[in-house]
């Protein structure tokens, strides 16, 4: 309990220390279940948008969502068109030379490949993967050819319509479209351990807000309500802290 009171007690000092601003603007992509998407009445939602709410919620802030492409979503970052990016971003030394990044709150979990064929050449063949990821970066280290595409979706079709032998992405995001496909879609190859973990980014300059959000994410980690929305969005197998 005294750890508990402690870090509520740091949390509402960064909050009100922290910020000069109004409102808080949540960058997010919008296309990537469950980790972000949009929903049936054109809202966002999912597993980041009800943890953001949350941390803002602890953080005594007010904070409103903004949705970007994939592509785009850093460089915007910096530009200020919102002031944090949660989008399923892994932890990256790569990434972290240009904006700054909270603890995780998703633990590091693995990366997969999807084909229609168990036969598929996902080693040497055509991978297909979004632009500007990890797992895209992954596919041009090895010896298949990358085909990039700006959204995860696009990903999915290539392999579909024959375009690619194979997607790689990360496995919470494939495993639900592969138990929905009808054994269209299979899992190829071995899982790949891949990153440090997802986290919140911010610009680097934003060092309070970092504060900020780092000891929400803490009184979270803490009292167990993050393992309960892992659990909620990627089910009982999940990483939990």
């Not at 402690?6 to 409102?23: H, P």
């Not at 495993?175 to 980014?201: C, H, N, Q, R, T």
């Not at 807000?209 to 309960?228: H, Q, R, V």
Request: proline content about 4%; overall charge negative; aromatic content about 8%.
């Amino acid at each position: 309990m005294k750890t508990l009171l402690t870090t509520a007690a740091a949390l509402s000092l960064a909050a009100s220390a922290a910020l000069a601003q109004d409102v808080i603007r949540m960058g997010t992509e919008g296309a990537y279940p469950p980790y972000n998407f949009i929903n049936d009445a054109g809202d966002v939602d999912g597993f980041e948008i009800e943890l953001g709410n949350e941390l803002c919620t602890r953080a005594e802030l007010t904070c409103e969502w903004v949705t970007n492409d994939w592509d785009s979503i850093i460089p915007n970052l910096v530009s200020s068109n919102y002031d944090t990016i949660m989008a399923g971003m892994s932890i990256t030394d790569e990434r972290d030379e240009v904006i700054d990044f909270t603890q995780d709150y998703y633990p590091p979990t693995e990366s997969a490949y999807v084909a229609t064929s168990e036969d598929a050449d996902w080693e040497t063949g055509v991978v297909a993967g979004q632009a500007a990821t990890i797992q895209a970066a992954h596919v041009a280290e090895g010896d298949a050819a990358l085909i990039e595409f700006a959204t995860p979706e696009e990903t999915v079709a290539a392999v579909r319509n024959g375009e690619a032998d194979a997607v790689f992405a990360d496995y919470d995001y494939l495993k639900p479209l592969v138990d929905a496909s009808g054994g269209e879609l299979v899992f190829v190859g071995e899982p790949v351990p891949l990153g440090d973990g997802i986290g919140m980014g911010l610009r680097e300059s934003d060092t309070e807000l970092k504060e900020t959000f780092d000891a929400a994410i803490t009184s979270m980690k803490e009292d167990g309500t993050l393992n309960e929305m892992l659990v909620k969005w990627f089910g009982e197998d999940i990483g939990q802290y």
